[in-house]
């Protein structure tokens, strides 16, 4: 598969992964998002500033180290090159990253709190253990990216984060699967805020997570 093609295809699929957020229902209200996918080693592609609406074209190719090499990016997009790529780096397996502000996972993130894993999509599609905060640094900046990077030293298996005051990060093998994962968390974080006014969410039994890859396993072969 040659550049362009690889190119054409990984927009194709953020376009794809982001209509899908708005489908479900979990973008705030300013439908503020970013979303990227990783090229190789050195290049990602990043929506433009926007995402409601979006054509593959529009996206830009950018080097992890904030050069735009292809396509235009707002200022707004700009700011956040680094945040993208400290997870690509830190993470060479992840293919996609999409940031959002989501109001009940946002929630946590203006809370401090971890958001814990205790519903079962939150299992299925990749994160099984309690979501971890990042200090809040300004947007973009060395303090926010820097403090990226070391919660994804401290916690090798997560597939989010909360940024303090801010929001959500979620990273996966492509874009669909990120989104749907962005969807599980929120859905979740509902869920959380909405048990708490009926005596509190419970914790899965021991052994959820074997479970839930045996049954997985069993329905794949």
């Known amino acids: 598969m040659?550049?362009?093609?690889v190119r054409e295809e990984r927009a194709?699929?953020?376009?794809?992964?982001?209509?899908?957020?708005?489908e479900a229902g979990v973008m705030s209200h300013s439908g503020h998002a970013n979303l990227s996918a990783r090229l190789d080693g050195e290049r990602l592609l990043l929506t433009p500033g926007f995402v409601r609406g979006l054509r593959p074209g529009q996206l830009a190719t950018v080097g992890f180290d904030g050069e735009v090499?292809?396509?235009?990016?707002?200022?707004?997009?700009?700011?956040?090159?680094a945040m993208h790529s400290a997870v690509y780096r830190a993470r060479p397996r992840v293919g996609a990253v999409i940031h959002t502000h989501?109001?009940?996972?946002?929630?946590?993130?203006?809370?401090?709190?971890?958001?814990?894993?205790?519903?079962?999509?939150?299992?299925?599609?990749?994160?099984a253990e309690d979501i971890p905060v990042v200090p809040w640094g300004p947007r973009g900046s060395d303090v926010s990216v820097?403090?990226?990077?070391?919660?994804?030293?401290?916690?090798?298996?997560?597939?989010?984060?909360?940024l303090a005051?801010?929001?959500?990060l979620v990273f996966g093998p492509d874009a669909a699967a990120t989104a749907h994962l962005v969807v599980a968390i929120e859905e979740s974080a509902e869920a959380e805020i909405a048990a708490a006014a009926i005596g509190g969410a419970v914790d899965f039994p021991p052994g959820a997570q074997e479970a839930v890859r045996s049954a997985i396993a069993r329905v794949a072969s």
């Open 2 to 5: 040659n550049d362009t093609h």
């Open 12 to 22: 194709e699929q953020l376009a794809r992964a982001a209509e899908q957020l708005f």
């Open 69 to 81: 090499l292809e396509g235009e990016l707002q200022s707004v997009s700009a700011e956040i090159i």
């Open 102 to 127: 989501s109001p009940s996972a946002t929630a946590f993130a203006v809370a401090h709190r971890p958001l814990p894993c205790r519903t079962e999509p939150m299992l299925r599609f990749g994160q």
């Open 146 to 162: 820097r403090g990226i990077a070391e919660v994804l030293e401290r916690r090798p298996t997560t597939a989010a984060v909360l």
């Open 165 to 168: 005051n801010h929001g959500l």
